[in-house]
């Protein structure tokens, strides 16, 4: 046996131990292996039973599991998919009793840390923010960034987990933040099958790992299928470490240590991860991890069966080299332990798995019982007195038939009941109200609550501070007023780092961070590919470890490329870990009007439909801009900051408070007050409308001019509902396409302020055009409102309302 197979889990640096001792971690290796394997039967059969809705799990990769984590310490993070219950079970960052309550949605973070039941089972997470919104010290914790389903989704939060540590590291004035590393001897362990490294994810993380050499060890679980397609269709030679070979690092280079390993081979993994692991972690070397002839004893998931696809052949192999058996039958060649020893912690084990499953149900159901018996009771007082008396029977004898009922049969028990008496006035009927509307509530936060961290750190919360000029103030060019905010917080903040394409060394293609480079060092502001998704990537993983990141996506149209991590990743952060963890990140971007179909688009419905969960800023100069900044630097939620492209040069004063003043969000201004209409714009089209006010003004036509200045949260304090108050017309300016932002404002003021009953005329929109910008000025006149668009949009409206004071142009 090496004697790289003898350490203890999380010590790759012990002593030789007796064999006694030997014997008693491999015996407990296996034993967790083992209980894994059990719940991940039970499971299925709890699925196919009815009593959770969907399973997968992570059978046939117990033994590499337990190797992996053996070389996990304090301070380390997992960006995983999920297949690794027995990794968490074997480290301690989850437990059977919790497999279990996520396997039936318990929406309770003390029986479900993970996700409170929002999550579908074997998708794991650490709780790192404490209720009161801070952070628990994660250098003395074992730590797992939470889990998607996309497959790949989480390889470019990998590279950013990775990354905090190179910063730390290597940054001195990081060594303070120690409750967020030490030194930046954290190693980032990432998993993924071997299907899904055929995503474009994998391979721009792959890359991006390579060459900034950060401490990521990626391991891919091979079993030889991605559901029912076999790596022949899935990867160049079949076999990904082969096809990866030119990333092997060689003297003189960067790149990978890449790693080839059986997973049934308990010794040869035990060997390889505390080998791979200690280079990663010591000289901050990426490595990959091929783990190969791994099995899946129960398919991809309970939806499918994997005979359908998979030969006898291959059937009759993957039992006899399953990972379990493998590692028995060596323990007892080895004279770890007899058969009969193993024969009896197994039963034992089952027992235990069996224990831990029952229990997690009784606990939920035991819920659900009480509940149930209240709402009987309710309904059935209701009954005593009520005309539907026969009606309201059956619906308590259909409540009480149901099989495991939840909650939402008894509130729709409920509803019914009240829609069966709506014209009855009765006390018994009010306490049926209450008690509904008490459920709301909790159901609300059960199940609803937590799209933002809501913590006293909100940047909704940081305190309004206004710009202020002095006598002498500086007229400069708006990205100079943007330098200068930077500047002020590179400097107040350390933890402030910023990257994206061309954003070092020539400061950004609109020099918003010109000179900042040379001031801050390459390590705060840093050039990158050109790789979208691992940017925002980068950025995500920096922020879960305290670093405050500001990632720059050079033009809006190209968040496309980055949408899916956007989307599924970050935005949905806070929620699907019901406020358990958070990523501050600030992604940085410029669009609006400039030229051509990919530098103008303004793809804002787009991104207020697959981004609920950050704050969309949309300033309209850079002053504003800066102030943004500010707020959400002070802050401890994600946000989306869209420049205007065309705004750079023009002319702004600074303020002498330029790295200090904040602008609230969700808090609209009135830029131009007026009588006749109300119009609402944002960024570069607002400037548009200011420009055709003068004319508007000599025409007669009074115009209230209202800048969201955020699109999430919009309008908190909704003066746009005021204005109408006022004009009774509404016109929304905007350059998305018909019917994408302006449909949501339209929305947030009609409805959510309730506009509808202030108008006196149909509220209309003023957009683009339905296809994208051409190249031109001629282009661009013709597709996005202009100056003329504006004042006889405006006009028509007054006119239509009041044709004798403002006749009809055309």
């Avoid at 309209?620 to 946000?639: I, K, S, V």
């Avoid at 944002?682 to 209230?704: D, H, I, M, W």
Wanted: hydrophobic share 35%; charged share 25%; proline share 4%.
């Amino acid at each position: 046996m090496s004697k790289t197979a003898l350490y203890t889990a999380g010590n790759d640096d012990a002593a030789e131990l007796s064999f006694d001792d030997f014997k008693k971690i491999v015996i407990n290796d296996y034993r967790v292996g083992f209980e894994s394997r059990q719940a991940s039967l039970l499971g299925r059969r709890e699925v196919l039973t009815g009593k959770a809705k969907f399973g997968i799990f992570g059978d046939g990769k117990e033994v590499a599991q337990i190797a992996m984590a053996k070389a996990f310490r304090n301070g380390d993070w997992r960006a995983g998919y999920y297949r690794d219950q027995t990794f968490m079970f074997a480290t301690g960052m989850s437990n059977l009793k919790e497999f279990f309550a996520q396997l039936y949605a318990h929406p309770d973070t003390e029986k479900e840390p993970a996700s409170g039941g929002r999550q579908m089972n074997c998708h794991y997470a650490t709780r790192y923010v404490n209720p009161d919104g801070t952070w628990i010290n994660q250098a003395e914790s074992m730590n797992c960034s939470s889990d998607m389903s996309t497959t790949g989704g989480h390889m470019p939060r990998l590279l950013g987990l990775a990354y905090a540590s190179k910063l730390y590291r290597q940054n001195p004035d990081l060594h303070q933040f120690n409750n967020f590393s030490v030194t930046g001897n954290e190693v980032a362990f990432g998993t993924i099958g071997n299907g899904s490294t055929s995503e474009g994810l994998f391979f721009e993380t792959f890359n991006a790992g390579g060459v900034l050499q950060v401490p990521m060890a990626i391991s891919v679980w091979d079993d030889a299928y991605a559901i029912s397609v076999p790596a022949s269709l899935q990867t160049t030679k079949e076999d990904i470490s082969e096809a990866l070979q030119g990333f092997q690092r060689e003297k003189g280079t960067n790149g990978y240590e890449i790693f080839k390993v059986r997973g049934w081979d308990y010794v040869a993994l035990c060997e390889t991860y505390q080998y791979a692991i200690r280079l990663c972690r010591e000289q901050h070397v990426p490595v990959m991890i091929h783990v190969t002839e791994m099995t899946q004893p129960q398919g991809h998931s309970t939806s499918g069966s994997h005979e359908r696809y998979k030969s006898k052949e291959r059937l009759a192999w993957e039992d006899e080299y399953d990972c379990l058996k493998q590692m028995r039958k060596w323990m007892i060649e080895s004279a770890v332990a007899t058969a009969e020893e193993i024969d009896e912690m197994e039963a034992a084990a089952k027992k235990y798995v069996r224990d831990c499953q029952r229990e997690a149900w009784n606990e939920l159901t035991a819920e659900i019982e009480a509940e149930m018996d209240e709402t009987v009771k309710l309904i059935d007082q209701l009954a005593m007195y009520s005309s539907a008396r026969d009606e309201l029977n059956t619906v308590i004898a259909h409540l009480r038939a149901g099989v495991d009922p939840g909650r939402k049969d008894m509130v729709a028990a409920v509803r019914k009941a009240l829609r069966l008496t709506t014209h009855e006035q009765l006390a018994e009927r009010q306490a049926l109200l209450d008690w509904l509307t008490d459920e709301k509530e909790k159901n609300s936060q059960r199940y609803n609550s937590k799209l933002f961290s809501n913590t006293p750190f909100s940047p909704l919360n940081v305190p309004v501070i206004a710009a202020e000029y002095d006598d002498s103030a500086k007229v400069l060019d708006g990205r100079e007023v943007l330098n200068a905010c930077f500047d002020a917080n590179f400097e107040r903040d350390p933890r402030i780092v910023a990257f994206g394409e061309d954003v070092g060394a020539i400061g950004d293609v609109n020099q918003g961070f010109a000179g900042l480079q040379s001031k801050f060092g390459d390590l705060r502001i840093t050039d990158t590919g050109i790789r979208e998704s691992t940017i925002i990537g980068q950025g995500v993983g920096l922020a879960m470890r305290g670093l405050r990141p500001i990632a720059e996506i050079q033009y809006m149209d190209y968040l496309l490329y980055s949408i899916n991590v956007l989307s599924d990743d970050l935005a949905s952060l806070s929620y699907r870990t019901a406020g358990g963890q958070k990523a501050p990140l600030i992604v940085r971007t410029r669009g609006h009007r400039l030229e051509g179909i990919w530098h103008s688009g303004s793809p804002m419905g787009l991104i207020l439909n697959s981004m609920r969960g950050l704050h969309i800023c949309v300033p309209r100069n850079m002053t504003q801009a800066a102030g943004m900044y500010n707020t959400l630097l002070r802050g401890d939620e994600p946000a989306l900051v869209v420049e205007c492209l065309n705004g750079y040069r023009l002319k702004e004063k600074l303020p002498v408070n330029v790295g200090d003043f904040t602008v609230p969000l969700g808090k609209a201004e009135v830029l131009h007050e007026g009588m006749d209409i109300t119009v609402v714009s944002y960024g570069s089209t607002l400037r548009v409308v200011q420009e055709a006010l003068p004319e508007l003004e000599k025409l007669g036509v009074s115009v209230e001019l209202i800048d969201p200045q955020t699109l999430y949260p919009f309008d908190l304090d909704n003066a746009c509902g005021a204005s109408l108050q006022k004009t009774n017309k509404l016109l929304v300016v905007d350059e998305d396409l018909p019917g994408a932002a302006s449909a949501y404002i339209l929305q947030k003021i009609i409805e959510n302020q309730n506009g509808y009953y202030f108008l006196d005329g149909q509220p209309k929109t003023l957009t683009a055009k339905e296809h994208r910008p051409p190249y031109g000025s001629d282009g661009d006149y013709f597709t996005k409102p202009n100056v003329d668009d504006v004042i006889e949009a405006i006009y028509t409206m007054v006119s239509e309302s009041n044709p004798t004071k403002f006749p009809p142009i055309f």
